[in-house]
């Protein structure tokens, strides 16, 4: 069997859902931080993965569909199958009914992805990356759980909200930001975002990862920002946008 260069960053992809079913394990066994840590574990085999395809060359539509299956199990299952366990059983129809929203959201929101994706360099997301969200969700356990094991009486009242919330804007078509390219061209073109992500990695760091909860609340806020923002902006300038309209049929017809 020959192994080619696309092998490097499938390696990866494996860890990633590895880490994922470790997750699913501990959170039946009741170690709910341990869960958590393996779900945040997964998101960064995940970034490697993409990041050794980069630097390997070995991006391929084997390599996205393997991705998208590993983040279903890693960022879907894991997350509705943590917050199930450790709260919203409590509830129970309805709490088995909001804790499969990341998982079935999560299931739609990578298939989305997948017939819609033109090349392998994006610049931005449509709707909540499924890591991001999976990555919130396992912060605010680690946030917020206390030495017994259980979430705090504010943080019970809050979950079954946010996992909503996170669940519709991954299905959403907000955008949000990618993480740019790791060179020269990269932190010309996205200096703001290289800028950022530094400060969120120095602050994590510092804290000992107590403030990786509040910097992705912060980026999960920043496309509704956005959004709001520009929807204002066209509402404000109607002319503007039937004239950015009008300038895209033209430029079509004229392709």
Not at 45 to 71: C, H, P, Q
Not at 104 to 126: H, S, T
Not at 223 to 249: C, L, N, T, V, Y
């Amino acid at each position: 069997m020959r192994i080619t260069r696309a092998v490097v960053p499938s390696l990866f992809t494996i860890l990633n859902i590895f880490s994922g079913f470790r997750s699913i394990i501990h959170t039946s066994q009741g170690d709910y931080v341990l869960a958590a840590w393996f779900i945040i574990l997964a998101a960064i085999f995940d970034m490697l993965d993409g990041i050794m395809a980069r630097v390997t060359k070995s991006s391929s539509d084997f390599g996205v569909e393997l991705d998208s299956l590993s983040d279903v199990v890693s960022f879907g299952a894991a997350p509705s199958f943590l917050v199930y366990q450790i709260y919203l059983r409590n509830l129970e129809g309805w709490g088995m009914l909001i804790s499969s929203l990341p998982m079935i959201f999560g299931a739609l929101r990578l298939a989305r992805f997948n017939v819609q994706l033109i090349g392998y360099d994006k610049d931005f997301f449509k709707g909540l990356p499924i890591p991001a969200m999976a990555i919130t969700v396992a912060s605010f356990v680690l946030q917020f759980i206390d030495d017994t094991g259980r979430l705090s009486k504010l943080a019970e009242s809050l979950l079954p909200i946010m996992i909503v919330i996170l669940s519709l804007l991954m299905i959403s078509s907000i955008k949000y930001d990618t993480i740019p390219k790791f060179s020269k061209r990269g932190i010309k073109q996205h200096p703001l975002r290289f800028t950022v992500g530094i400060i969120g990695i120095t602050v994590i760091l510092a804290t000992r990862g107590d403030a990786l909860f509040a910097f992705f609340v912060f980026f999960v806020s920043t496309g509704p920002i956005r959004f709001m923002i520009q929807f204002f902006q066209q509402s404000a300038h109607p002319s503007d946008k039937e004239a950015e309209e009008k300038d895209s049929e033209i430029t079509s017809v004229d392709i």
